[in-house]
Structures are given as C-alpha cells and as structure tokens.
C-alpha cells in the first residue's frame, strides 16, 4: 500500500487525476475499520489531514465547512443547533476529534449522523477535481445509495455549505445505546423563521436520507398560522398528523440494528418531538 | 493494597497475549467453514502452499495424535475438520497457515480451495431437543410433582445469546523446544486443562508441552475452551519456528463459545399468602454444535431454577440441545443467569397475584441455612437471604435523572424529563462456588521463604490464571497473613507445577488461594521447628510468642529455605439421581439486588440509573476487588438486559463486531450502590465465599422488571429491545409447551 501525504488541495487534485483509484483518507474513523475488516484493501492512500484548505471553517452570513472539519471543531464553531446536536451524538470524544465531516459524506452511509441535518439545511456538497470545474450538489444528488455517493474517482470532497437558518432546529436519533451508537433512525428538523422554510430529512430509513415533503408542508402551514416570528406550541392532533407524515415518508427496513417497524414508530416520535422543540424555539 | 499488575496495565504497558513477539516468529491463521453444516470434500492446499512467505498450511491430516478436543468428558469436537467428515458450524476451522507476514497469512487462508457439500443446517433448539439432538437432558423431581394450588401464575422467559466480549481477543504464541516439545504462551483460564487437550492432540508427553500464562485479556468464560492453542503448536512443531496467532474480533466471534440462549416456560403455584408450593418448568438451552460445558451449564440452570426459595414441590425439565451453531458453554452466572430471569419474573407475576409486593413475597419464601434446594441438598453453610433483601431496601435511592446524558436516549437527544417514567425492580440469585457432581476440584501451591538482601522474601507459584479477577492480589495477601513477611514476589504461572483447575466457578480464591495458605502454612511450621519454644507465631517479619512479642527476625532461620507443597482439594461432591436429588455442590453464594430505570416508553429506549446490590461474600478478602467485581458484573448484567446479544440466523452470525454487538458504554453504566454481608462459610478458607458472579445473575432480572414497572409492559425477553418496550411488537413463545414437560 502506497501513502501519500499532499500538502495542498491542488496537489492533492492534481495527485486524484492522474492516478483516479487513489482512495483519500481523513480522520480513518470509516476507512481503517473497513481495512481492519479486510473489507477494503486500497492500493493507494492519501492522507489528507496536512491539506490546509481542507480545515477551514467560516460561520458568517454563509457557512463554509471544510470537508476536514472534525466534529470537535464543528461543535465549537458551528451555531445552528440541529448541526451541533448530530455532531454531538457522534461516537465518543475520541471518534469526534478524528472524524470529519468530509469522511461523514464520502462514506455516505444512511446513518451517517451529519447526513440529515446537511439535507434538511439544504446545504451544498462542494466537490472539485484538477481538471473539471467545480461542482455543487445538494444532499439529494450527492447521494445515490447506501454508501454511494456522486462522487468521481478524480473528485475531493472540499466543503460543505449552508446558510445559517436561527434556531428552530432539531436533531434526534435512536439508538439502542446510550451512546456511541449508529443511528436505528435519525430525525432533522430546520424552520428558518427569517425564510419562512421548514426541511426535514430522516436518516436510517431508507436507502438514502429521505426527505418528508408533505410533512415540511404541513408544518409550513402551521408555523404560517401560528406566525412565523412567534413560539408557538402545536396541538396533540398536529403533532400527530406531522408524525404520521414523516413515518409514511419512510422507507425502512429489518437489519441487525432495529425492525422496520420500529424504525417507522420511531420516526413519529422523533418527529413529534422535534416540532414541539422548533415550535417553542424562536 | 496495590495489585502487582496494576501499573503496567494502566500505563499501556502490560503485555497481553496479543502483544507477544518472538525472533523469527511465524504469523497463523485459521481457514474456517462457511457454512453452518456441510460435509467436506475436498481440500486443496497447493495453490495456498506455493504463495510467497507461506511455511505451512496444515489439515486435519497433519494432526499427529487425538483428533478431537473439547471440555467434557466426552471430547467431540475435532481439532481440524478433514476431507470426509462433518462442519457442525459456521466458523469451525479446516486448516491452519503460518506465513512470514499476517497479510501473507491471510491471502494464504483464503487461498485454500474447499469443496462443501452443503446440507440443511439445525437450527431450532426446541426442535432439536424433540427429535433426540441432545447434549444432556435433566429432570428434578421433588415432593409431589403434580402438586395443586390456590394461586397459580404462568409466564415463558426468553433469553439471547450473550458474548463474553473480552477486550483481548484469544491469541497465544507457540514456541518449539527444538527437541520435539514445544513452550505455548498462552491467554487461557486453566493451563492444565488446555494442557491436557493439547498434549493429546500433539501426541506429546504433557512434560514436553509447557503451558505459560501470557496477558490475559478478560476471560468471562470465553477461555474455559480452546481456541488457537493445538493450531498454533501444530503449526511451530511442523516449521521449527515460533509461531503466533491471534483472532480479530470478527473470528473471535467464532473462536469461542458464548452464553447458551435459552427458551424457558414457567409454571408457579402457591397459597393465598404467597407461601411458594410447587414450581413446573422447562428449560430449553442451545448448546450449539459441540459438548463444551453444556452439561455443567444445564446442571446450573435446572438446580438454581427456582431460585433461592424453599419450594416443597418440583418438576423441573432442562435440556441443552445440540444445533449448528458456534458452541455454547461458560460465561459468568453459568445457566443460573438464564433461569433467573425467569423464575423472578414469576415471583413478580406471583406476588402480583397474591396482592403484595415484590419485596414481600422474596421475604416471605427465602432460603435460610438448614433449608433444602430443589435436589434434597441442605444449604449447610452460611444463606442470610432475608437479611440481604433487608438491608438492599435500606440503601438509599437515586434521585432523579438530570441532564441529557443522564435520560434514556442519551447523546441521541431524544428525550425531555417529561417523557420519562422510572420504575423500580427486584430480583435474587444464587449460585454455586467451584466444580459440582462429583468432579475432584483441587488446586495446587507452592510457597518459598528464602532470604535475599538479609530480610525473609516468600515466592508463591501456582498454575491459576489472573484473568483480572485479581488472584494475584489474594495470593499476596494470604502468604503474608500467613508468612508475617511484607515481600511476597508471584511466580509466573505455568504447567511446571501441579493443576489449580479453572479460574472460573468463582473458585480460585477458595481453591488456590486455599493451597497457598496450606502451603504457607506448612511453611509457617518448619519456621517455628527451627526456631524452637516458646516461638507460637509469624508477624511483621519476626517470629512471635503467645503475646505477639517479637522473639527473633525471620530471616535467621532462613539459612536454608523452606519451599512446601500442598494440593487443595474440596469437599467432595456427589452425583444427581434419576430424580435429579443429591448433594452435587459445595458451598452456595446469594444476592439481592434493586433496579432504579428511567424508561422512555414512547421511544423504547431505557437508561438504568442505578442497582443497588447486596452480596452474600462469607468474609472480603480485598473489599476494594469484591467491589471492583461487582460493578464488572453488573455492567455485563445491564448489558444482557438491554442491548447485548449475538443475533443468529440461519446458522450464521450477523453481527460479529463491536459496531453492531452493543456493549454498555460508561454513559449507560449505572450508579451502583452496594453492601457485603460476612457471614464466615464454615468450609472455606478464612471463610471466603466467591463473588464474582452472582452481581450477573441477578441484574438482568431485576432491571428488566424495573423496565416493566416503568412501561407497564409484560417484556419476557433480554434483552429488551427498542421494539418491544415501546410496544411496537411482543415476543411469543416459539411453541406452547407444558412446564415441566420436555419438547415433544
Ligand atoms: C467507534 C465509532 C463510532 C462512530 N460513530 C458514528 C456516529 O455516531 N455517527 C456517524 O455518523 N458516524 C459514526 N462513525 C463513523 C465515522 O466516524 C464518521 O462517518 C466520520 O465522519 C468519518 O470521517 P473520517 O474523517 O474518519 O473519514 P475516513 O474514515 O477518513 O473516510 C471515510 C470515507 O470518506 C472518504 N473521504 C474522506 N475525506 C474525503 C474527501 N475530502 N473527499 C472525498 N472522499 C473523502 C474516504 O475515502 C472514505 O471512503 C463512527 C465510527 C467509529 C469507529
């Protein structure tokens, strides 16, 4: 096995072009398990922890994270709550000073922690290659399956973009575990009083991260009757019919860590939770 | 009282098994069965053989002497399985390779081309037990065993399969003498046991294989078995070279036995007062492909079935059926972690029925000394049940969760405090010390006290494996209260000296600790002949008089040393009749236990915020490790009740890691309040009961009916999964059958 270690994002491009199987390697919270597991035996490396570019972090009118933005660091930085509460839940203090967001989206797993919150934000995946232009995708596109990304060999993940949305946001995910544990579901909730927008995806429940569209409409509905500025508590059948909306969003199945049953219970309770929470948050 | 190991292994710096190296040291490796069941048909070892770095690649064919190894009597299980004969599970090893480098090991393993013919796997122990695929059927009968009464409660009980998960996975090194016998290195719980099967296996004279301790990485029962140890010396005999081998977790998985799952229908009767007058029950274990210690684990979960409660009238029916799973055998509690949660279930269910509280109900059958189990045997020794549910009440409460990661749900950030509920749960368990029906439970000590440097130094060896019990500590101890010398150095523990048995059964302090202080004192006696009168006793390095007055240093009358002997047998045991009767154990360890759980009903999900626990100990020798043991144990009992298991299907484990077998993180470790009751046990050295399981046998239970005081859900099965405390769905039993009567 070959290791590389660029020290810029044009090298590390430039290095990606010309030779497309190299798989890159950030905090290895992922990669090394699944090398440790024989799942994976990469031929080439390439380390990306001396890439500067890749650690920078901006919270200003738009928010700009860098694809080697651990988890310790996003929950230092970052303001939006939804964002904060997954990195939280992410691992244990060591995983979380390894663990990147970049590593979160090129595993793209559908129970990758960061995965729902980036969709309900309607944030951008920033993607780059040496020769290509920049690409811009939204979690939607970016990803393509269990573990299947949008990504082409040539291509780095650099950063993640979002516009802060206040805070009405929540994050929640159930787990058999009290901590350090992977998502039986996950649930991200974002209203952004000032755009009058509400995004909720759900992780775990499906192939990809799913968003629940009749849902975001129905709570729009309700944030516009009870006044986008003010907290507001929805009522029982609300709160219900919102939760019923997400678990029929939801696409789950039976595996090791939970039923599809359970999954689609979860999911309304999660989901009732989390409006309450946003509601009362101004 | 520091324990000798302490530092290294809190620096980092111990080495474990895992860590050991030798010069010019080969890599092993396993090529293991995919299927669950299957004939081979053919192995071809030629293309492994001709990759680079590769010295051997072994079949069963190469195995010069017993093809099978195993734990009972009866050894069944082969060492390699050959061309010909039969996989009884998935993982079971084929061939065995050593390489110059692991990753030349591994492409060699897989590089091993075997034929399967694949057959239907067995996978249904209630099955297997009707059509006669058994490993030990027993029944009990007691009193009348059609016995009537007032009031009478039902319930099945289900239990998953529970990993040990020792942070060391197995891993030995095995070095050859160069003269034909070969020195193993070696992560076990019994040197001598290993020793037997291997030496058999090796066609050796045991002289010529020498078992020595490496770092034991926890144990729990996992290393009662062999893993690596015939492979590994198979492997260094046949290329002249050291060779080591060690399993990644995934293989460890595989590479050794877990807790039997077990399937459990109960019937209870008794009088209007809740007095117990009868108790029907079968027991369905999986025992897996192999004997390992089935037989020992049924005898446990059918004697302590009922719980330490007088019950006049019994029948009891356990059987351990043979399957295609990985073998099933030890893991701390032994059978009685199973049928406790069972038969505490019912006495919650009972005291239900009766109108009075769980509490009441324990108190008003428990077991005193003088009173009789299931099978006829008088609890001789010390039972001071009542007094511990007494003084368990007494301990104060939890107050209540506060904070995020203090609710059920933690980090995931699931639930508010107005979406808890807490509940309270009660359970008792009990269990034996040390080996039963008849065996001949010895262990082996020899102490030396020598002078070095002008002061008297004891060396006590013994074979008995510290597995992080803190046997060492013990052993340190008893030679100085014996010896009244402050230095005392352990010996490596190896198969130079005689058996100490298994570290396991809660016995070692009893047993081997036993012959260390017979030794000492043995030792203790030569000093006093060579002193002469009025010399009466040893203390702070002099010899003493009747007063405790100094008469002269020990180290004077170390001129020659004194080095003794002694073997430590226990009482003996007998065997169980056709009805299940007879005095087949020891000396019997009691505790009782509260469960405080927060539980999120809505979302299923549970945080145990405290078990208090008070333990029967007979006298702590180091209060500090019975402690230890105990917030150990409770931390695999909170694991059993809500989240550990190995979840099996068609014969096939799917989640062999630590990713998806969940295992208690500190967040989910309760605070643990506890108390010991010393009531010296008339038989035992200093009056020393053992301790290390019994905090496992009961917290499944009591958590789990915590979690049914705080859901108001019936959960029949550990562990309790986020399904079913939230209701979504329920477990049934996987066929009605009548308790007492086995699987027809
Ligand atoms: C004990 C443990 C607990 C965990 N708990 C959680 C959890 O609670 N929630 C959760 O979501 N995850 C969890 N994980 C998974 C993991 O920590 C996260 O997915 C993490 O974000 C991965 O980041 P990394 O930097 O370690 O990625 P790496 O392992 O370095 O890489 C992961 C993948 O992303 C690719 N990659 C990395 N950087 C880039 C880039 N810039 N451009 C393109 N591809 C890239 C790599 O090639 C690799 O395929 C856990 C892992 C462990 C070991």
């Known amino acids: 096995m070959e290791v590389s270690s660029p020290r810029t994002l044009a090298e590390a491009l430039d290095e990606m072009g010309a030779q497309p199987a190299t798989v890159p390697l950030a905090g290895g919270t992922d990669l090394m398990v699944a090398i440790n597991f024989g799942r994976e035996r990469p031929e080439r490396v390439m380390a990306l922890r001396r890439v500067e570019e890749l650690h920078e972090l901006t919270v200003n009118r738009r928010v700009r994270c860098g694809a080697g933005v651990t988890y310790t660091r996003l929950l230092e930085a970052v303001r939006d709550p939804a964002m904060v509460q997954a990195a939280r839940t992410v691992g244990s203090p060591q995983i979380r000073n390894a663990g990147t967001l970049g590593g979160n989206l090129g595993t793209c797993s559908p129970a990758g922690d960061t995965l729902p919150v980036l969709a309900a934000l309607d944030a951008e995946v920033v993607v780059r290659s040496a020769a290509g232009a920049e690409r811009r995708l939204n979690l939607g596109e970016w990803m393509r399956g269990p573990k299947k990304s949008a990504r082409r060999p040539e291509e780095l993940v650099v950063a993640a973009e979002w516009d802060p949305a206040g805070s009405s946001q929540a994050f929640l995910k159930a787990g058999t575990r009290n901590a350090m544990v992977i998502a039986v579901a996950n649930l991200a909730l974002v209203v952004d009083r000032v755009r009058r927008r509400v995004g909720l995806a759900m992780g775990s429940v499906g192939p990809t991260i799913l968003r629940a569209q009749a849902a975001e409409d129905f709570a729009r509905g309700l944030f516009e009757e009870a006044g986008w500025e003010r907290p507001h508590r929805p009522s029982p059948a609300a709160a219900e019919r919102f939760g019923a909306l997400c678990a029929e969003a939801a696409a789950p199945i039976d595996d090791v860590r939970g039923t599809a049953a359970y999954r689609r219970h979860v999911v309304a309770v999660m989901a009732r939770r989390a409006l309450a929470r946003t509601a009362a948050a101004v | ?64 002497g017993k093809p099978f190894y195993g734990l009972d009597k009866v050894r069944d299980q082969p060492v390699l399985v050959g061309v010909g004969e039969t996989v009884r599970y998935a993982g079971e090893a084929i061939a065995v390779v050593a390489a110059d480098h692991p990753e030349q090991a591994r492409a060699a393993a897989a590089a091993v081309a075997v034929d399967y013919e694949v057959l239907e796997p067995l996978t249904d122990p209630v099955q297997a037990l009707a059509q006669g695929s058994s490993l030990r059927n027993l029944v009990i009968r007691r009193g009348n065993p059609e016995a009537v009464a007032e009031v009478v409660v039902k319930g099945f009980y289900e239990v998953g399969q529970q990993d040990q998960a020792p942070l060391g996975p197995e891993a030995g090194l095995a070095i050859p003498d160069g003269e034909g016998g070969v020195d193993l290195w070696i992560a076990t719980q019994a040197l001598h046991v290993d020793l037997r099967q291997v030496a058999d296996a090796l066609a050796l004279p045991p002289e010529r294989c020498r078992l020595r301790l490496a770092g034991v990485g926890g144990a729990f029962g996992a290393r009662e078995d062999l893993s690596m140890q015939i492979h590994g010396c198979l492997l260094a005999l046949r290329t002249g070279r050291p060779v080591k081998m060690w399993y990644g977790r995934d293989e460890s998985f595989v590479g050794h036995v877990h807790r039997h799952p077990a399937w459990m229908w109960y019937e209870h009767g008794a009088d209007r007062e809740g007095n117990l007058v009868y108790v029907r029950a079968t027991i369905v274990l999986d025992g897996g492909a192999y004997a390992s210690s089935s037989h020992a684990v049924v005898a446990n979960a059918a004697i302590f079935g009922c719980g330490p409660y007088r019950v006049p009238n019994v029948l009891m029916w356990c059987g351990a059926a043979r399957t295609n799973h990985v073998p099933n055998g030890a893991m701390r509690g032994f059978g009685a972690v199973q049928s406790c949660f069972a038969h505490e279930s019912q006495m919650d269910r009972l005291a239900a029925a009766v109108g009075i509280s769980p509490l009441e109900i324990r108190l008003r059958n ?148 036993g012959a260390v202080r017979e030794a000492a004192r043995l030792v203790a006696e030569e000093v006093l002949k060579r002193a002469g009168p009025p010399g009466r006793g040893l203390a702070g390095g002099q010899v003493v008089d009747d007063e405790g007055a100094p008469l002269a240093p020990l180290a004077l009358l170390l001129d020659e040393p004194i080095e003794r002997e002694f073997e430590h047998h226990h009482r003996q045991t007998g065997k169980l009749d056709e009805d299940g009767q007879g005095d087949a154990h020891v000396s019997f360890m009691f505790v009782a236990q509260r469960a405080v759980v927060d539980v999120d009903p809505e979302a299923g999900l549970a945080r145990v915020a405290q078990v208090a626990t008070v333990q029967d100990v007979g006298l702590a020798i180091n209060p500090l490790q019975v402690h230890g043991q105990i917030e150990g144990a409770v931390a695999q009992g909170v694991g059993l009740a809500t989240m550990e298991e190995i979840q099996t299907r068609e014969g096939l484990i799917r989640n062999a890691s630590f990713t998806d077998y969940l295992l208690p993180t500190a967040v989910d470790m309760p605070e643990i309040v506890s108390e010991l009751v010393e009531e010296a046990e008339p038989d035992a050295p200093y009056g020393a009961k053992g301790v290390g399981e019994p905090p496992l046998i009961a917290s499944p239970a009591a958590i789990c009916a915590a979690m049914r005081a705080a859901s108001g859900r019936e959960l029949c099965r550990i562990p309790v999964r986020p399904e079913e405390l939230s209701g979504v769905s329920e477990t049934k039993p996987p066929r009605e059958l009548i308790p007492g009567q086995p699987p027809a």
């Open chain 2, 1 to 64: 009282m520091p324990r000798p190991d302490a530092p290294a292994k809190v620096r980092g710096a111990f080495d474990f098994a895992s860590d050991l190296r030798a010069e010019g040291m080969l890599y092993g490796r396993t090529v293991r069965s995919p299927h669950p069941h299957a004939v081979v048909r053919r192995i071809d070892t030629a293309a492994a053989a001709a990759l680079p770095g590769v010295r051997a690649v072994l079949t069963a064919a190469d195995v010069p």
């Open chain 2, 366 to 513: 428990a077991m005193r000394s003088g009173d009789r189990l299931i099978t006829g045997q008088v609890v001789s020794g010390a039972a001071p049940v009542a007094d511990l549910i007494r003084r368990c009440a007494e301990l104060p409460l939890p107050p209540p969760a506060e904070g995020r990661m203090a609710l059920p749900g933690g980090a995931g950030n699931l639930a508010e405090a107005a979406d808890i509920s807490r509940g309270e749960g009660w359970a008792l368990g009990y269990k034996n010390i040390a080996y039963s029906e008849g065996s001949d439970d010895y262990a082996t000590a020899r102490v030396r006290l020598e002078r070095r440097n002008g002061h008297a130094v004891a060396l006590v060896k013994t074979a008995a494996a510290e597995v992080g019990q803190g046997l060492v500590t013990v052993c340190q101890q008893i030679a100085r209260t014996e010896l009244g010398v402050e230095e005392v150095e352990l010996e490596p523990a190896d198969t130079l000296i005689g058996d100490a048995g298994s570290s396991s059964a809660s016995r070692q302090t009893w047993m081997t600790g």
